[in-house]
């Protein structure tokens, strides 16, 4: 594989295979997460992802397979919170989720993701957040789509120096999927604010495919990770990413140390630099990613 290609694609999936579209057991996606971390591929894959009410049910697994608190075995988990919609269930929420990640010697949560409404409550529940210590967990929080969430995830940044933001690039259903625009607006947004970001669902081919079944556009995920990066170290305007997103293979050039596509040219060592904001983004397939990644001979 290219230098440039083997940082851009060193540990980018959480494995999420407890939810939709795959929806396995514990038991089974634990098993498919760790053939996969033993395997030569192991390469692509970070953490497990895993909701908070179902970590004490992985945490008894992973005991049952020998894991133990008491060695080095921890398992490294990104853990998902339930979707916080009405704002007067949001501390008991919070609380439950604290008390989860905290919870299970045999875990070791590093990342915790959580969607929170927009406006006056989400602000308020954001200030909540800020109140613990998160020390080594890295802290998503998810908007959605639109005005008012970009209005929040600005508000969010003033209160949170350190917060990150998750934006949701598919699921089971045509209106998971956001337009090529809406991500750009995200990208642009979060590297404007500087701030840590992740994508989740539906980035499972490198480049964009249109899903007949849905009626939906689907993005790549390499045009989501190269039109980041770029934007990263260049002031790239919300148009020029949705030329990015939007191009399929032959509007890209790789080489070695060089990524090349709209006129752009992304170096290694501007992706170097991207590493430290991207958080990753998570997919129920680790198979198909690669799959892609083979087929255009990208491996």
């Excluded at 395997?39 to 009410?53: A, G, H, M, Y």
């Excluded at 998902?80 to 875990?107: K, M, T």
Aim: proline content about 4%.
């Amino acid at each position: 594989m290219l230098q440039i290609l083997e940082r851009l694609l060193d540990g980018p999936i959480d494995y999420a295979g407890l939810f939709p579209p795959a929806q396995k057991s514990i038991d089974d996606a634990l098993n498919e997460y760790l053939r996969w971390m033993e395997s030569e591929e192991s390469w692509i894959l970070n953490r497990f992802v895993c909701s908070t009410k179902d970590l004490g049910h992985l945490a008894r697994a992973l005991e049952r397979k020998g894991f133990s608190s008491d060695d080095d075995t921890a398992l490294p988990v990104c853990a998902v919170g339930a979707p916080i919609l009405d704002a007067a269930d949001g501390p008991a929420s919070l609380l439950y989720d604290l008390e989860q990640i905290r919870g299970y010697g045999v875990i070791e949560v590093e990342a915790y993701e959580i969607r929170l409404p927009t406006g006056k409550a989400g602000e308020g529940l954001v200030k909540r957040l800020k109140r613990e210590k998160w020390d080594t967990i890295d802290l998503y929080v998810e908007f959605g789509w639109g005005t008012e969430a970009e209005e929040s995830m600005h508000e969010a940044a003033s209160i949170i120096e350190e917060l990150g933001f998750k934006a949701r690039t598919g699921g089971t259903s045509a209106d998971a999927f956001p337009s090529v625009t809406d991500v750009a607006g995200f990208i642009g947004l979060v590297t404007a604010l500087e701030a840590p970001f992740k994508f989740t669902a539906g980035l499972h081919e490198p480049f964009p495919t249109e899903d007949k079944e849905l009626g939906v556009h689907r993005q790549g995920f390499l045009n989501v990770l190269i039109a980041s990066a770029l934007a990263m170290s260049q002031d790239l305007t919300r148009t020029e990413l949705e030329s990015i997103l939007s191009a399929d293979a032959k509007g890209f050039q790789f080489m070695e140390d060089e990524i090349i596509t709209a006129n752009h040219t992304l170096t290694l060592e501007e992706v170097e630099e991207w590493r430290d904001w991207f958080g990753g983004f998570g997919s129920c397939s680790v198979s198909e990613p690669l799959a892609g990644l083979k087929r255009l001979n990208l491996l």
